[in-house]
């Protein structure tokens, strides 16, 4: 038996990660992400499928960021048929998800339709609500850390990743005609001292590994995020100006809000309105309840006055007239909105109605992909198109490393680290150029991995004859 991957996404960029095994006489796909950021990348989620839908077998999944799961309605609309495995939460996670991005693509679509500034004559969305629904049935949630198997040849685990809400790092055995091969997928590993969700599972074996590198070439500072996210907000309070968040709606949200909660009854930052303004961060906050194995916070929810995501203070916004409503809002306040990278949804609004004015700051709490309107406006561009206008960048902006939901260097050392044995080869991937030739060079010299950088669409056989 040969086994081969091809490199779909997630190589030498930081999105769109897709990673097609073929077995032989079985082929599946890890992960099926969407591609952001610069338009030559988004530009690939319109290509054609490099197989036949109805070849392809199974999708296993490592979390629900759409990074990892925005094609899914595409390729289910195309033709895919079978099973997609994840874990428990990631399944409801991904529902609320797909569901928000259809519409997305619907309204932007419908949009740039009313206001000419597409390319097209009749821009179309991506993929509109109904094919995300589509996906759900295909769904197949399974628990950590208990094998399952795919294939009468193929087994596959689960292991806590400490990234988002359910996110897994995967090991998938592979039983051969004489012998059995590992390999494991990092997904996207978290922080190991975050203080909601559990830290990434060391796993000790694998013949082959794909370790994700958003931050190979950086390290957190020292500084505790929630003292820079403070100060952010004083400086911005201090001016009489309001604060903006964007922040994805799975996990980091959660995580800011816990802070904020915090810094409130600490007395750190003032007692002022926080309006959460995402349908999509409501509805995935709700799920830490559900899914209260997944997380440390079963002590935190038990108690009513310390709920850092119901308080007097916090305020959800489901409606869009309610969102619509904070563009008269003068005073202090905080607006906690998606998308993380101002890539989308209703944070764009606000930015369009806030960046003008001096006193109004910004607070980007994540890592902020080339190409996004995100980085431009963390390098400092004096004015960004928004809704095809130009809008002048007078409001400061904040940039927090130390509330990234990404493992920095130090911590995607320790997880390799972890392996008692080095792997036959380990793929870097899921970040851009330079962060994954810094961490391959690390790993190769202090660990003497064999590290390979794969190139998008590239094939690479891992094993002959197994």
Not at 14 to 29: A, M, N, P, Q
Not at 47 to 60: N, R, S, T
């Amino acid at each position: 038996m040969d086994v081969s991957v091809k490199f779909l996404g997630g190589a030498s960029t930081v999105t769109g990660s897709r990673y097609l095994i073929d077995i032989g006489k079985f082929e599946f796909l890890v992960d099926c992400g969407l591609f952001q950021g610069r338009r030559e990348l988004r530009e690939r989620n319109w290509d054609k499928f490099p197989m036949p839908l109805g070849e392809m077998e199974a999708i296993v999944l490592t979390h629900a960021h759409l990074d990892h799961i925005g094609s899914l309605p595409r390729i289910v609309k195309q033709g895919f048929k079978g099973p997609i495995y994840c874990t428990e939460a990631t399944a409801e996670l991904a529902k609320i998800l797909l569901m928000d991005s259809g519409k997305l693509q619907e309204e932007e679509a419908e949009y740039a339709r009313k206001k000419g500034y597409s390319r097209h004559d009749d821009p179309q969305p991506l993929y509109t609500q109904e094919d995300a629904e589509a996906v759900f049935p295909m769904l197949v949630p399974k628990p950590f850390e208990k094998p399952f198997s795919i294939h009468d040849s193929i087994l596959v685990t689960f292991y806590h990743a400490g990234h988002i809400l359910g996110a897994a790092s995967v090991k998938i055995k592979i039983k051969g005609d004489s012998q059995t091969k590992t390999l494991v997928f990092s997904g996207d590993l978290g922080r190991y001292h975050d203080p909601i969700l559990f830290p990434p599972t060391l796993i000790p074996k694998a013949d082959i590994i794909w370790i994700e590198s958003t931050y190979g070439d950086r390290k957190q500072p020292p500084v505790k995020p929630s003292e820079e996210l403070a100060a952010a907000i004083l400086d911005t309070f201090d001016r009489g100006g309001l604060v903006i968040i964007p922040a994805f709606s799975v996990g980091r949200t959660q995580l800011v809000l816990y802070y904020l909660f915090h810094l409130m009854q600490k007395g750190r930052i003032p007692k002022v309105p926080i309006f959460l303004d995402s349908p999509m961060a409501i509805n995935a906050t709700k799920l830490y309840q559900d899914f209260h194995q997944d997380h440390k916070l079963n002590a935190v929810l038990e108690e009513e006055d310390q709920h850092p995501f119901k308080h007097p203070q916090l305020h959800y916004y489901q409606k869009q007239e309610q969102s619509k409503s904070l563009n008269g809002f003068r005073g202090n306040a905080i607006i906690l909105s998606a998308s993380g990278m101002a890539t989308g949804g209703r944070v764009v609004h606000h930015l369009y109605n806030r960046l003008p004015y001096e006193q109004n700051g910004v607070i980007f709490v994540g890592f902020q992909a080339e190409g996004t309107r995100g980085r431009r406006l963390v390098d400092g561009e004096p004015q960004i198109q928004i809704y095809g206008n130009s809008v002048q960048v007078k409001a400061k902006i904040y940039s927090i490393d130390g509330l990234s939901a990404h493992a920095d260097q130090d911590e995607l050392m320790e997880w390799a680290e972890g392996f008692v044995e080095k792997p036959k080869v380990a793929f870097v991937v899921h970040g851009e150029e330079e962060a994954s030739a810094v961490l391959a060079k690390k790993l190769h010299e202090e660990l003497g991995w064999n590290t390979v950088i794969p190139n998008y669409l590239e094939s690479v056989i891992l094993f002959s004859g197994i």
